[in-house]
C-alpha cells in the first residue's frame, strides 16, 4: 500500500469526532434525550391501550404513485390499527405533502413519517433533488461536503413534513457481485464508510432528522438479494466484530439515533437454521443492544421481504422480530395479524412488560425529539421550489466535482490539443449527451459520435475506420440504467470497440458508471488518461470536462478496489 493510499484511508477519521461534536453541540441527540424525564411521553403512555402500544411499533407502506383507491386504504389502516408510522415511496412531492396531512388528521397519536433517502428525497420523488450515490461519496475527501449534504436533506424531509430518513447505508461493499448493495455504500474501506456514514447522519441529525444506519451486521459481502432470498454470510465472529460491524460501531459511538437490522442467515452469530438476523435475539439484543450499548431506536428492514417470510409466513415474522428487540416493524405484509399475534406473545408473557413498555415509549420519545408533540400541517404553497433550492444545486456541484477521480494520466494527456481534429465518442446512448455537448464548446475542430450498447458489428467496423481520420478521441462509457450495476450491460462488440481505442494514441475516456465496471472492460488501463466519474449525471459530465479543461483539479480518491491495478484510495493529483 502506497503512503498516498494509507494517508487516504485513514485521515478521514481525523474530522469525525469534530464532526460529531459540532453537530450535536446544535441540538441534544435523540439518544442523548433518553436520559429526559418527557411528560408528554408519558401523558400519551398513560392514555394508550395495550392493543394501541403494539401497533405504535408497525410502520406501513404508503404511495403517492399507486391511485386514489390505495391511498384510501392506507387510510383505513391508520384509522383502523393506528399504527406508529409509515414509509412512502415513489411519487410527487405536492401529491406526497397533501396526503402526509391527510393521513396525520386521521391518527390520535401523530405519524412518524419516513423515506429511503440514501441520496435525498430524488431517490423515491420526482421533482426534487437527487445527490450521488453513496459510491461517489466515497471518493470525496473532504467529509465536510457530506455533512452539509446531510443539513440539506434534512432540510427537505422536515419541509415535505417527514420526521425519518431510513439512510445512510453503511455497509461495506467488498463483493463486487452484491446485487443489492454496490453503487449505494461509501465503498469497501471500513474507516472510510464509517467518516463518510458519520458525516452524513450527524448533518442530518443537527437539523432534527432522525436517521437509521442500514445494514446490521453488514450486508456487503453477499450476492444474494434479500429482497428476494435469505443471505447466507459463512464468516467467522471475529471478522463480523472487526469488518462489518465497524462502521455500524463507530456510528454508535457518534450518537446515531436509528440501526436497521439486514434478513441475513449468520451461523456464526445465531446458529439457528434459517433464521434471518432481524428475528435472532442473540443477534438484536445480545449484540446490538447489549454488547455494542446501542439505546437508539432499532428498525428492521422491510418485513414483507422473501429473506424473511419465505421461512416464517402468517406474521410469525413479526412476532419473532418483536421478540428479537425490534423497535420498528417496517412494512409488515398483514400488519393486523401482526399485532394480534403479538399482543397474544405479550399475555403469554414471551416478553416482560418492562421491555415491552421502554420499546414503546421509544417511540414515543423520537415523535417527540422530531417535534410532533407540536405538529402542524405542511405547506405545499412553493414546495417544489423550496425543494430545488439554488444552494442544494451548488452543492450537489461541490459534490461532483471532488469526486472526480483520475486513475491514469496528467494534465497534457487529459487536455490534448484544443486545436487538433477531434471526436468524442459518446458509448451506451442514442443522443448527444451533456459531456459531449459541454466538451465541444472547448474544441472547435470537434465532431460528436454515439454508439448503442448493442450497435450493430458493420456499424462499430465503420465508426473505428471513420475514427482513424481524427487526432485525439475522447470517449464517454455511460450506464444509462436507473440502478448502475457493477456489469455494464454492453454487447461483446461494443466492449471490444472500447478496448482498440483505448489502445490508440491520444485517447481520453471517461466512465459515467459503477466504478466495477472498468474491471469488465480489458485494456482500458492503455488510454492516454482515464476518468471516473462513478454515474451518469449532468453534474459530473461537467465536472469531467471541468478535469479535462484544466478548469478543476482530481482530487476524488477511489472508493472500491476494481482489481489488481486500481485500488482503493488511488487517485492521480494534479
Not at 317 to 330: H, Q
Not at 392 to 397: D, I, Q, R
Not at 414 to 432: C, D, H, K, M, W
Request: hydrophobic content about 40%; glycine content about 6%.
Amino acid at each position: 500500500m502506497t503512503i498516498t493510499r494509507k494517508i487516504f484511508l485513514f485521515a478521514t477519521l481525523s474530522a469525525l469526532n469534530f464532526i460529531a461534536l459540532s453537530a450535536f453541540a446544535q441540538k441534544e441527540s435523540y439518544v442523548q434525550s433518553l436520559n429526559d424525564q418527557n411528560h408528554w411521553v408519558d401523558s400519551v403512555f398513560r392514555k394508550m391501550s395495550r392493543r394501541q402500544k403494539v401497533a405504535q411499533l408497525f410502520f406501513v407502506r404508503a404511495h403517492t404513485n399507486l391511485g386514489k383507491a390505495y391511498e384510501d386504504s392506507v387510510a383505513g389502516v391508520i384509522k383502523s390499527e393506528q399504527v406508529g408510522g409509515l414509509v412512502f415511496f415513489q411519487g410527487g412531492p405536492v401529491r406526497q405533502a397533501e396526503l402526509i396531512n391527510r393521513y396525520q388528521k386521521l391518527s390520535p397519536i401523530p405519524l412518524i413519517i419516513a423515506q429511503d433517502g440514501e441520496w435525498g428525497l430524488g431517490m423515491r420523488l420526482d421533482s426534487t433533488i437527487s445527490y450521488p450515490y453513496q459510491m461517489t461519496l466515497g471518493a470525496i475527501r473532504d467529509n465536510t461536503l457530506i455533512y452539509k449534504m446531510g443539513q440539506m436533506v434534512a432540510y427537505d424531509f422536515k419541509r415535505m413534513g417527514m420526521q425519518m430518513n431510513f439512510g445512510p447505508d453503511m455497509d461495506i461493499n467488498n463483493n463486487p457481485n452484491n446485487p443489492i448493495i454496490g453503487y449505494r455504500s461509501f465503498g469497501d474501506n471500513k474507516y472510510n464508510v464509517a467518516a463518510k456514514g458519520i458525516a452524513y447522519f450527524t448533518g442530518m441529525q443537527s437539523e432534527g432528522l432522525l436517521v437509521t444506519a442500514k445494514h446490521f451486521p453488514g450486508h456487503g459481502d453477499t450476492n444474494v438479494d434479500s429482497h428476494l432470498d435469505l443471505p447466507l454470510l459463512p464468516f467467522t465472529r471475529e471478522r463480523l466484530d472487526t469488518l462489518e460491524e465497524y462502521p455500524f460501531r463507530e456510528a454508535i459511538k457518534a450518537g446515531i439515533s436509528g440501526v436497521m437490522i439486514a434478513h441475513m442467515d449468520i451461523p456464526a452469530l445465531d446458529t439457528t437454521k434459517h433464521l434471518p438476523s432481524t428475528l435472532s435475539r442473540k443477534i438484536v439484543t445480545g449484540i446490538l443492544k447489549d454488547s455494542l450499548g446501542f439505546k437508539g431506536l432499532i428498525v428492521s428492514d422491510a418485513m414483507e421481504m422473501k429473506g424473511v417470510v419465505k421461512y416464517f409466513p402468517n406474521g410469525d415474522a413479526d412476532v419473532r422480530a418483536f421478540l428479537a428487540g425490534n423497535d420498528i416493524l417496517e412494512l409488515s405484509p398483514n400488519s393486523a395479524l401482526a399485532i394480534q399475534k403479538i399482543r397474544r406473545a405479550i399475555r403469554r408473557d414471551e416478553i416482560s412488560s418492562e421491555e415491552f413498555d421502554a420499546r414503546v415509549k421509544k417511540i414515543l420519545d423520537a415523535k417527540y425529539w422530531a417535534g410532533l408533540n407540536n405538529y402542524y400541517e405542511t405547506s405545499v404553497k412553493d414546495l417544489v421550489q423550496d425543494l430545488n433550492r439554488p444552494s442544494e444545486k451548488e452543492l450537489v456541484t461541490q459534490l461532483s466535482d471532488a469526486s472526480i477521480t483520475l486513475l491514469k494520466g496528467n494534465a497534457q494527456a487529459l487536455q490534448l490539443n484544443p486545436l487538433a481534429r477531434t471526436a468524442v465518442v459518446s458509448i451506451g446512448v442514442e443522443q448527444p449527451t451533456v459531456f459531449q455537448q459541454d466538451l465541444c464548446h472547448w474544441y472547435a475542430n470537434s465532431r460528436i459520435f454515439m454508439i448503442s450498447k448493442n450497435e450493430s458489428p458493420a456499424n462499430i467496423a465503420s465508426l473505428e475506420q471513420f475514427l482513424k481520420q481524427y487526432d485525439q478521441v475522447f470517449i464517454s462509457i455511460n450506464d444509462t440504467r436507473k440502478r448502475p450495476a457493477s456489469k455494464l450491460d454492453y454487447s461483446a462488440d461494443v466492449k471490444l470497440f472500447i478496448t482498440h481505442l483505448a489502445q490508440q494514441k491520444n485517447t481520453v475516456i471517461s466512465v459515467f458508471a459503477n466504478a466495477y465496471t472498468i474491471a469488465g472492460l480489458p485494456g482500458i488501463e492503455k488510454a492516454g488518461a482515464l476518468l471516473l466519474a462513478y454515474q451518469m449525471t449532468d453534474y459530473l459530465q461537467h465536472s469531467a470536462v471541468k478535469v479535462i479543461t484544466q478548469r478543476l483539479k482530481p482530487s476524488g480518491k477511489l472508493s472500491v478496489t476494481i482489481n489488481e491495478q486500481f485500488k482503493t484510495g488511488d487517485g492521480i493529483s494534479l
